[in-house]
Nanobody
Framework: VQLVESGGGLVQPGGSLRLSCAASGFTFSRYGLSWYRQPSGKERELVATITSAGTMTNYADSVKGRFTMSRDNVKNTVHLQMNSLKPEDTAVYYC????????????WGQGTQVTVSS
C-alpha cells in the first residue's frame, strides 16, 4: 500500500499550488480520502475530505473558498488545488485514505511540505 504526495514547494502569498496524491496497493474507489496538514510545532488538522465516489466534499473553514479537492478513481489519484495561499497555510500536507467498509483501516502518505512566504 502506498500513498505518495507531490506538488509541494515554496510559493508567495496569494499564489497557487496543486498537490497530488497517487495511490496503489488497495481498492481506491472503496476509500474516502482526506487531506490533513501539520504546521511546525502544532497538531495535525483536517483540511478537506471527499467521498469514495467523489460526489461530496467538505472543507475546513480556514480554507473554504480557496482550496478544492478532487479525485480520479480511474487514475487512483487525489488532488488539492490551493489558491490564494496565505502564510498560515504553511505546513506539511498529508494524504489519508479511510476504508468505507472496514472500520479503522486507514492509510497515510509521507507528506509534502508547503511553504507560503515572500
Amino acid at each position: 500500500v502506498q500513498l505518495v504526495e507531490s506538488g509541494g514547494g515554496l510559493v508567495q502569498p496569494g499564489g497557487s499550488l496543486r498537490l497530488s496524491c497517487a495511490a496503489s496497493g488497495f481498492t481506491f474507489s472503496r476509500y474516502g480520502l482526506s487531506w490533513y496538514r501539520q504546521p511546525s510545532g502544532k497538531e495535525r488538522e483536517l483540511v478537506a475530505t471527499i467521498t469514495s465516489a467523489g460526489t461530496m466534499t467538505n472543507y475546513a473553514d480556514s480554507v473554504k473558498g480557496r482550496f478544492t479537492m478532487s479525485r480520479d478513481n480511474v487514475k487512483n489519484t487525489v488532488h488539492l488545488q490551493m489558491n490564494s495561499l496565505k502564510p498560515e497555510d504553511t505546513a506539511v500536507y498529508y494524504c489519508c485514505a479511510r476504508s468505507i467498509y472496514t472500520e479503522g483501516r486507514t492509510y497515510w502518505g509521507q507528506g509534502t511540505q508547503v511553504t507560503v512566504s515572500s
